[in-house]
Nanobody, 122 residues
Framework: QVQLVESGGGLVQAGGSLRLTCAAS????????MGWFRQAPGKEREFVAA????????GYADSVKGRFTISRDSAKNTVYLQMNSLKPEDTGVYYC???????????????WGQGTQVTVSS
């Protein structure tokens, strides 16, 4: 069982930045690929970014490429999502998730955090 706790969300103006943090409970953090997903009101949860177990591979949704960066610190059992040049359409609840496989599909992720709200005002 892996417990994930997100933090760092908040209210920011368009063009601003936020850094989300996801802290994992287990020392086997290195055994999991990690992903960030988001869900806007009235919409389905969607993929944002993913990072492999080693951190050598990353992937991004087209809508955030060049603006968001995912990274991980295995010594701290933590994964980050640096979000720059934020837009109102980035608003939503952001979830951290863990998977034994590196991928972009929600169904591949076994463990989820409770989410953190990000609101971008225009």
């Amino acid at each position: 069982q892996v417990q994930l706790v997100e933090s760092g969300g908040g209210l920011v103006q368009a063009g601003g930045s936020l850094r989300l943090t996801c802290a994992a409970s287990r020392r086997t953090f290195r055994a999991y690929a990690m992903g960030w997903f988001r869900q806007a009101p009235g919409k389905e949860r969607e993929f944002v970014a993913a990072i492999s177990r080693s951190g050598s591979s990353t992937g991004y949704a087209d809508s955030v490429k060049g603006r968001f960066t995912i990274s991980r610190d295995s010594a701290k059992n933590t994964v980050y999502l640096q979000m720059n040049s934020l837009k109102p359409e980035d608003t939503g609840v952001y979830y951290c998730a863990a998977s034994i496989r590196f991928g972009y599909d929600l169904s591949e992720y076994d463990y989820w955090g409770q989410g953190t709200q990000v609101t971008v005002s225009s």
